[in-house]
């Protein structure tokens, strides 16, 4: 299985089995807390204290990409666009052919070890959140987002930054509230799809996300960051990223 396929490129294992195509290797300290949805990056308050954050450490950024996608189950080539599976043994994130992809649509294929990452986006306009809701999550930056490990059955939070994917770990009494306020919050799937949260100055947007979006996204972070703010094509890449989701998303009541 090559490393330079698919998202491998942006992030590499193997994990924790707490998450899906992140990295196990860390280095222990906080970060800058630059936050690259807004203006002001890089002069956001310090983290709290009872913040346990870990920078993940990503793969080279020179390290060679393969001129051709390939499956890595099958070997056949695939497009630009194309499906990802979980492989939730080894906790990573697996370029796929369709036929591949569909195989794992059912969460009993492979006894589960593997599992399509869906391609839905939702909103949920009727329960919208709060920048209060957002201060009670404690995170550091006005973008993350938050994976259910159906295997630890607990939530884990990430947010882009210089170096990647940067962990933290959340206060769960406080998602466990917020959850009972905001019903999208549990209805993302384990493993393979995560809810995106965005603060910024006209207020904060929640999603349900693709867990290969978000975590390509945190890999172009680390790719174009530039400096201590991030730069303009880091800003530029967050800004696109939003404005692609927001075009593709469907209300949470129309689902089924």
């Given at each position: 299985?090559?490393?330079?396929?698919?998202?491998?490129?942006?992030?590499?294992?193997?994990?924790?089995?707490?998450?899906?195509?992140?990295?196990?290797?860390?280095?222990?300290?906080?970060?800058?807390?630059?936050?690259?949805?807004?203006?002001?990056?890089?002069?956001?308050?310090?983290?709290?204290?009872?913040?346990?954050?870990?920078?993940?450490?990503?793969?080279?950024?020179?390290?060679?990409?393969?001129?051709?996608?390939?499956?890595?189950?099958?070997?056949?080539?695939?497009?630009?666009?194309?499906?990802?599976?979980?492989?939730?043994?080894?906790?990573?994130?697996?370029?796929?052919?369709?036929?591949?992809?569909?195989?794992?649509?059912?969460?009993?294929?492979?006894?589960?070890?593997?599992?399509?990452?869906?391609?839905?986006?939702?909103?949920?306009?009727?329960?919208?959140?709060?920048?209060?809701?957002?201060?009670?999550?404690?995170?550091?930056?006005?973008?993350?987002?938050?994976?259910?490990?159906?295997?630890?059955?607990?939530?884990?939070?990430?947010?882009?930054?210089?170096?990647?994917?940067?962990?933290?770990?959340?206060?769960?009494?406080?998602?466990?509230?917020?959850?009972?306020?905001?019903?999208?919050?549990?209805?993302?799937?384990?493993?393979?799809?995560?809810?995106?949260?965005?603060?910024?100055?006209?207020?904060?947007?929640?999603?349900?996300?693709?867990?290969?979006?978000?975590?390509?996204?945190?890999?172009?972070?680390r790719l174009l960051?530039?400096?201590?703010?991030?730069?303009?094509e880091a800003r530029?890449?967050?800004?696109?990223?939003?404005?692609?989701?927001?075009?593709?998303?469907?209300?949470?009541?129309?689902?089924?």
């Open positions: 299985m090559s490393n330079s396929t698919g998202l491998r490129r942006f992030v590499s294992g193997p994990p924790s089995a707490a998450r899906a195509g992140a990295v196990h290797k860390t280095r222990e300290g906080q970060p800058e807390h630059a936050d690259p949805t807004r203006g002001d990056i890089g002069r956001g308050d310090p983290a709290p204290q009872s913040a346990d954050i870990r920078v993940l450490a990503p793969q080279p950024a020179d390290a060679p990409v393969s001129s051709a996608e390939r499956c890595e189950l099958c070997a056949t080539e695939v497009p630009a666009e194309h499906g990802h599976l979980a492989d939730l043994e080894h906790s990573s994130l697996m370029c796929a052919c369709r036929a591949c992809y569909l195989l794992f649509t059912r969460r009993d294929a492979a006894r589960g070890r593997y599992r399509a990452v869906p391609d839905r986006y939702v909103i949920d306009p009727a329960h919208p959140f709060t920048t209060a809701d957002w201060d009670e999550l404690e995170i550091p930056v006005g973008l993350a987002f938050f994976l259910r490990s159906s295997l630890q059955q607990t939530v884990t939070g990430f947010y882009p930054s210089p170096a990647g994917a940067t962990e933290c770990k959340l206060d769960l009494d406080s998602w466990e509230r917020l959850t009972g306020g905001h019903p999208m919050l549990g209805s993302a799937e384990p493993d393979v799809e995560a809810i995106l949260i965005a603060k910024n100055d006209n207020g904060v947007e929640s999603f349900i996300v693709p867990i290969d979006a978000c975590y390509e996204l945190a890999g172009r972070m960051w530039r400096g201590f703010d991030g730069g303009t530029q890449a967050i800004a696109a990223f939003l404005g692609s989701v927001r075009s593709r998303v469907r209300a949470l009541d129309q689902e089924g």
